[in-house]
């Protein structure tokens, strides 16, 4: 267990700053004197891009490896500026990070909190895990389009799908699956349709499964899926599944949780030859930053994550508890994000 | 208004004759005297492969091309079924004749009934359209592999999309939306990511749009888009959007608004060169056929699309109507297929 973490902190934009913020106090209470943690911030981000006409080059890339883990909290600018067209801060920096990195595990738990509202008459119990695909997928950014403004035009979009990459992330579903009470996992794909990749995907579970008796598999299409989510999502432990249908069903995911003011999210490369990156679910929302309204607690479980991650599992869990305790505690009165920072980390310092 | 109908009648397996027979039962009464409805069945399906070997040939395209529309119930045998792997019979015939038909509009409305229950705690108003591509996208086939089964394997699957087939379906798109009430255009893509697909999409909107000044645009990514769906279902009106995003979000739609059991498509081809298609969007649900336990309602409202298509708009809204009372006037007692057929047909004989 290291006693020192040496932190990239990426606050970013909009509401980014502020949520960043609580989770570094939050993570300071949770170590206390038993982790040296030094934090560094960057600057990237719409607004870096736009006052510097700079996203995230091989220099940046290379100080960002030097950390043992990254921590983020938004990115992404008004999406009418014409000047952030067609996603360029979020593929230029936030898919270059997890891509550059090899952030093969894009890991996203799903616990819908005693105390928390979902929009679901019955939700039932849901205490989930989505392991989504990082680096491959229609992510790859191996599309191209001809004839681009004519009536003959024609754009191509490429999921590309290797052994290397699904047997490394189903690996660690199972490994994910195996820790966990119900040893359940799920593929989720869409085999019927795209042949080639299912097939990949569904073989390689199917392989994988023999070395896991324990663990019991099924599958599900995509679109059935996001049937379950909302009809009986207890029936979900561990799901598996690429880059897109991961996207998609995490944030259906978040909505049914109570929101993904609450949804957290680890970009891990496993093998540690690159730092690994934690970061709310959540974006930027421009709309109110700076006005100390943004639920910092999405940014606070990403920090149980990284602690998790850095082998601080009591850490962990005693962040976990907290955030837990502090909304069931939440009542009618909306508190400034400070507050909610302030209110977790206190609760950790007295523990 | 055709006063003779030639109807090509696709039972298929497990529920789908069940329903499909409440659904010819219903069409007959719906347009009683008005028009002659011919009906001429045809066996394909799993069970059908499964005895002779064959699934959709030229001759059997040509035979379904001469009917003024299709009805289809549903197919697809037992999903552990060695013989039926990789979507054969979904690929071979469903999609076969969304494409040899060139059913470009994948039409399915979403309509939360006064009576039914809704899965979300407080589902508001609900009443919105899909318009979904059917002939391009990741649904083209054009993927591919090498080195299958080995550790240096790569699967690839390829969205294809073309200014053609975009800007024919999203000119239905604006034609429906201002047909509508509300009068509100949504594209459902996920342009920061697919970026050369995802302009196409965007730029064609924009263009299409200006000639419909009355029509309110905006756009969501999918994966928000699911967010909206548990949240605030009540903001959509129209959405247009590609042939996967359309297949996963209808799902979802089906859920929140009562289940797939209540859930109408039309695969539609608007220059009428071919027969369109009328389906409920579930499946033969191998599991419960042939015990009359299947509700016909998504196959009875699959038929008042037809009828809509075919310019009976007057028998199409009685069917609505007449389901929609049927709905209202469900005790907890459940009734059979049949029973339920036969008191909607019998409540537009009646009037
Ligand atoms: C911003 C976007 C590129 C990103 C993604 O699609 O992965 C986001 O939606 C997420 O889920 O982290
Ligand atoms: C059966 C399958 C190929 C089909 C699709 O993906 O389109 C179905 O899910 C649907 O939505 O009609």
Tied chains: 1, 2.
Excluded: C
């Amino acid at each position: 267990m290291p006693t020192s973490l040496n932190l990239a902190v990426i606050p970013g934009d909009g509401i980014g700053p502020e949520v960043i913020a609580e989770a570094l106090k939050v993570l300071r209470a949770a170590v206390d004197s038993d982790v040296d943690v030094a934090a560094t911030e960057y600057p990237f981000g719409a607004g870096h891009f736009l006052e510097t006409g700079r996203i995230l080059d091989d220099a940046d890339l290379d100080a960002l490896k030097q950390h043992d883990a990254i921590l983020l909290g938004a990115v992404g600018g008004d999406p009418r500026d014409p000047r952030l067209k067609g996603g360029i801060i979020e593929r230029g920096l936030l898919l270059k990070l997890r891509f550059a990195l090899d952030h093969y595990v894009n890991l996203r738990p799903t616990m819908l909190f005693p105390s928390v509202e979902s929009p679901l008459a019955n939700p039932g119990h849901v205490d989930f895990v989505v392991v989504r695909e990082g680096t491959e997928g229609p992510y790859v950014g191996n599309g191209g389009a001809i004839r681009v403004g004519t009536p003959a035009e024609v754009a191509n979009e490429i999921s590309v799908n290797t052994a290397f990459g699904v047997e490394r992330l189903v690996r660690f579903g199972f490994e994910t699956a195996s820790s966990r009470p119900a040893k359940k996992l799920t593929l989720v794909h869409k085999t019927n349709v795209l042949v080639f990749a299912g097939s990949l995907w569904q073989r390689t579970v199917d392989r994988v499964a023999l070395e896991y008796p324990d663990v019991a598999v099924d599958y599900l299409h995509i679109d059935a899926v996001t049937i379950f989510l909302v009809t009986n999502p207890g029936r979900f432990d561990t799901i598996v599944t690429d880059n897109l249908f991961g996207d998609i069903i995490t944030d259906l995911a978040a909505a049914i949780s109570g929101g993904i003011g609450l949804a957290a999210s680890g970009n891990i490369n496993p093998d540690g030859t690159f730092p690994s990156m934690f970061e709310p679910v959540h974006g930027s929302a421009p709309d109110i930053a700076g006005q100390q309204k943004a639920d910092p607690t999405a940014a606070i479980l990403s920090v149980a994550l990284l602690l998790e991650h850095i082998g601080q599992t009591d850490a962990s869990a005693r962040v976990s508890a907290a955030v837990s305790a502090d909304l069931a505690a939440r009542g009618s009165t909306p508190r400034s994000t400070a507050q909610i920072g302030d209110a977790i980390a206190a609760s950790l310092t007295k523990n």
